[in-house]
């Protein structure tokens, strides 16, 4: 399974496409988001991420309000959940803008929306879609989405795998064009989070769902879950992205900086060097290794004409030359007869025998 972007393929065997999510970190300022997207393209990303939602149509004031207090990683918010989302969410007009920006820098513009009228908004800006976490259960959402016949990111934190079941069968009978994304939607930035990850998980979606593409959306700052997550086949991989951890706002905190992010893809490039073919065989930069590391048979005392080989006969060592009869091959040399006299240290060669 692969899907286009653009230019780009992503599945198994191609490199990890890597999604900054800039979110809110745009701190209501469009200069700032353009800035976010080039330090983003500069650190090697491949998308710049956004996400459009509008306070009246993701969150009930009410509803949040009667819940007694603000709990989770809201807990530590001065301005009420309603406010929060009010101030981080991106004016409709800066659609055209950010995508032009992501266009001149080189870098593919996306966003998550989080209501109808957004959804339809963005389909003639982008070439994907994300669903966050907590859209899951909302089938008509995903639905909507999937039907713009482009290449879906679903993230499925903070749920069952029976919800995720429900979502995939919905969006497959429409659109094959799925990446499944493990996640976590712990957003505290706390330590404790990384026992919390389950990047298994993404064995268990490689099981069940074996046509869609694996990723991984991650809130927490070390390589080591992004590594993971490759290793056991993740090729999307989504993190925020910051400038600063040390600005004010709802993202800020676990989102990673251009340096570390760097520092992310780097590693990431080495490892899918390194974790190469399925295939063994003799690596090329091992073929003098062969040589120099194996054993191969040997005389061990000078041999005269006519002697027939006993074990005592024969050494293992090394090098193995070219043409000698390998260790394993031991058993069937003794008995066999030496065709003309051998100095002691002499390799074997079928062609030194008789019977």
């Not at 979110?23 to 710049?48: P, S, T």
């Not at 007694?68 to 530590?76: D, R, T």
């Not at 089938?139 to 995720?164: D, H, N, Q, Y």
Request: aromatic content about 8%.
């Amino acid at each position: 399974m692969e899907i286009q972007i653009g230019s780009r393929k992503i599945g198994l065997n191609h490199p990890t496409y890597f999604i900054a999510d800039i979110a809110a970190n745009h701190d209501g300022d469009l200069q700032r988001a353009k800035m976010l997207i080039r330090l983003a393209k500069e650190a090697g990303a491949d998308a710049a991420k956004f996400q459009n939602f509008r306070a009246p149509q993701i969150v009930s004031d009410y509803g949040f309000r009667a819940l007694g207090g603000q709990v989770s990683h809201q807990a530590s918010w001065k301005k009420s959940v309603f406010q929060v989302y009010q101030e981080a969410s991106i004016p409709f007009e800066w659609t055209g803008v950010l995508k032009e920006e992501c266009e001149a820098v080189g870098i593919d513009y996306f966003s998550a929306p989080y209501d109808f009228e957004a959804i339809d908004m963005l389909d003639p800006y982008v070439e994907m879609y994300k669903a966050g976490s907590g859209e899951i259960d909302w089938i008509e959402a995903l639905e909507r989405m999937a039907r713009k016949g482009k290449p879906f990111f679903v993230a499925t934190g903070a749920s069952t795998i029976g919800e995720v079941q429900r979502a995939v069968h919905a969006i497959l009978k429409i659109n094959p064009q799925l990446v499944l994304m493990q996640c976590n939607t712990n957003y505290t930035a706390s330590p404790e989070n990384y026992d919390h990850l389950h990047i298994n998980v993404l064995k268990t979606y490689a099981l069940m769902f074996p046509n869609v593409i694996l990723g991984l959306s991650d809130h927490t700052h070390a390589l080591a879950p992004v590594l993971g997550a490759v290793t056991l086949g993740a090729r999307v991989i989504e993190r925020h992205f910051t400038d600063s951890n040390e600005r004010e706002g709802p993202d800020h905190k676990f989102a990673m900086n251009p340096d570390h992010w760097a520092k992310m893809v780097e590693e990431t490039r080495l490892l899918e060097r390194a974790l190469g073919s399925t295939d063994k065989f003799i690596a090329d930069n091992e073929r003098e290794t062969v040589i120099v590391q194996r054993r191969c048979l040997r005389a061990a005392r000078d041999i005269k004409a006519g002697e027939v080989f006993t074990r005592d006969m024969i050494d293992v060592l090394r090098p193995a030359t070219p043409g000698a009869i390998k260790p394993h091959e031991i058993e069937a040399v003794i008995g066999t007869r030496a065709l003309h006299d051998l100095p002691y240290g002499k390799e074997l060669r079928w062609t030194d025998l008789g019977a």
